[in-house]
């Protein structure tokens, strides 16, 4: 929960950007344009307060842009030769500043901004929980903007903390998330280590500049990342050490280069990963994007299938798991069944949360999350049984009126004993057939047609007593997103087949010439 202070300081800065909205800036732009000016304006607080050296080079310090002769166009230029000149550096400057753009075409508005929003504040006596919490605020907004789809990249925060607490970090370990979005599994990590224990020195630092990894792809969209990190106080303010965030890079590409304790991550949205092909006529066409690594069980040009490969890939032996699927992976047949099958007998698949609808911002997603630990090759699975917890049944969450809060997962939490998750209890019997907590064995579950995990045994009370319906605008809305779901299977179905056809033209072509 944010307080008066951080709650203040979101307000001040959303209000200049309905100013900025006026001028065709979306909320992403303007979150980008906020994360460079501050960071410039904290670096010169840095150095003012300790004296030391900045990592910023003269001629293109805070001083110099908020400067009163720097107005008008002489601003502008100014502005776009600091983005420039900063975006070629290393460290946190390169992550910062890379490909960063001036998007606020009147030099007027840009001026307020710089000296009356940012200039104004003394942002280093904040403390990191005002920081982060103000742009932790910022960054949900942005979320809520669906237009602009950036809600891909924001995981509710109560699913968040609740998956943190049921892994539990310890300190020393390393947490990764190869999917890190505006990074909100690497800070709920952060929190409840710096919360949790109480840590000595060599842990602190560990913890700020170690303990902490994230891949995002998304150029735009690590920078907002890396700063979230920042501004909590997580990695290095130079811009020579190594840092957090690897911004721009597919993680799928190559198997990780270090093994870690602990992943958690809710890679992006959607099925296939595919990218743009010109052919020798000129034509444009899609391929689909297949990773052949000798490290994954199979080849797929699914993305939540790979990307659940590369995190067992990247997990030290006994290191501890929780990604967030699409329905698609518990069920679909083909690679989807081998790689059932593979992680429950190399891995110890032991938990699957079902997520309910409409908590996620971007529209027809239903979602659970996989808890489990790599182990040791052996000939015997090492999946005994999976434990299901249903959130999903009789259940309804929208994005404003019924927001899912931390509370709604007390019981999965305690039900998932993390302190003790050899000794659990099911609260569904043939006596208390509501339970929303049960096992199935490994024999179970793989005499399942295609070892489907899709598992349901909940009675839907909407399918059985009409009085009990909840009100239409939910029923229209879980309509729609199931609409959206089948026609996003559709389209994959659609790629597919063009694909093909398109693959057969070319061979034809071939044996033609």
């Excluded at 009163?68 to 290393?90: F, I």
């Excluded at 539990?168 to 690497?186: N, R, S, Y």
């Excluded at 957090?244 to 870690?260: I, T």
């Excluded at 602990?262 to 066409?285: A, R």
Aim: hydrophobic share 35%; proline share 4%; glycine share 8%.
């Amino acid at each position: 929960m944010q307080d008066d202070s951080s709650s203040r300081l979101v307000q001040k800065l959303w209000n200049y950007c309905t100013v900025l909205r006026d001028d065709g800036l979306s909320y992403q732009d303007y979150l980008e344009q906020l994360t460079t000016l501050l960071f410039l304006k904290m670096a010169e607080e840095r150095a003012e307060l300790t004296g030391g050296q900045q990592p910023i080079p003269k001629g293109y310090r805070w001083a110099d842009l908020s400067a009163p002769q720097m107005e008008g166009a002489k601003l502008e230029e100014h502005y776009r030769e600091t983005l420039r000149v900063l975006g070629g550096k290393g460290g946190m400057l390169g992550i910062i500043f890379r490909k960063a753009q001036n998007k606020i075409q009147d030099p007027a508005k840009l001026r307020q901004l710089i000296v009356e929003l940012i200039g104004k504040e003394n942002w280093l006596s904040m403390s990191a929980d005002v920081k982060g919490d103000a742009y932790e605020g910022l960054l949900e907004r942005n979320a809520q903007d669906v237009k602009g789809g950036a809600g891909q990249y924001f995981t509710p925060r109560p699913l968040i903390q609740a998956v943190v607490e049921a892994i539990q970090p310890k300190p020393g370990e390393v947490i990764a998330d190869p999917a890190c979005g505006t990074g909100g599994f690497l800070l709920a990590a952060y929190d409840y280590l710096a919360r949790g224990f109480k840590l000595d020195k060599a842990q602190k630092k560990h913890l700020r500049y170690q303990a902490l990894r994230g891949v995002e792809l998304v150029e735009g969209v690590g920078r907002l990342c890396a700063m979230n990190l920042f501004l909590h106080g997580i990695g290095p303010d130079d811009s020579e050490s190594e840092v957090p965030v690897d911004s721009g890079k597919d993680a799928l590409r190559s198997p990780p280069a270090e093994l870690v304790e602990v992943v958690l991550t809710n890679p992006p949205f959607g099925k296939k990963s595919s990218i743009t092909v010109v052919t020798e006529e000129g034509e444009t066409d899609k391929e689909s994007i297949t990773y052949n690594r000798a490290d994954f069980w199979t080849t797929t040009s699914n993305k939540q299938l790979n990307f659940l490969q590369h995190v067992k890939s990247m997990l030290k032996m006994n290191g501890r798991a929780a990604v967030v699927v699409p329905d698609n992976v518990l069920f679909e047949g083909g690679a989807g069944e081998k790689i059932r099958c593979k992680l429950m007998h190399e891995c110890d698949l032991h938990t699957v949360l079902r997520l309910p609808t409409g908590i996620f911002y971007s529209q027809g997603v239903k979602a659970n999350v996989l808890f489990f630990d790599r182990k040791p090759a052996r000939e015997t699975p090492w999946t005994s049984k999976v434990w299901f917890y249903d959130l999903r049944t009789n259940q309804h969450f929208t994005l404003k009126q019924n927001r899912l809060a931390r509370a709604d997962l007390d019981e999965f939490v305690k039900l998932y004993n993390p302190a003790d998750r050899y000794h659990r209890k099911a609260t569904w019997s043939e006596k208390n057939p509501e339970g929303r907590w049960r096992a199935f064995s490994y024999d179970e579950i793989v005499a399942r047609d295609k070892a489907s995990l899709d598992i349901f045994w909940l009675r839907d009370e909407s399918l059985e007593d009409s009085a009990s319906l909840p009100a239409p605008h939910v029923i229209a809305a879980e309509i729609a997103d199931d609409l959206r779901a089948s026609l996003e299977q559709i389209e994959d179905v659609l790629a597919d087949l063009q694909e093909r056809a398109s693959a057969e033209s070319v061979r034809k072509r071939s044996r033609s010439t």
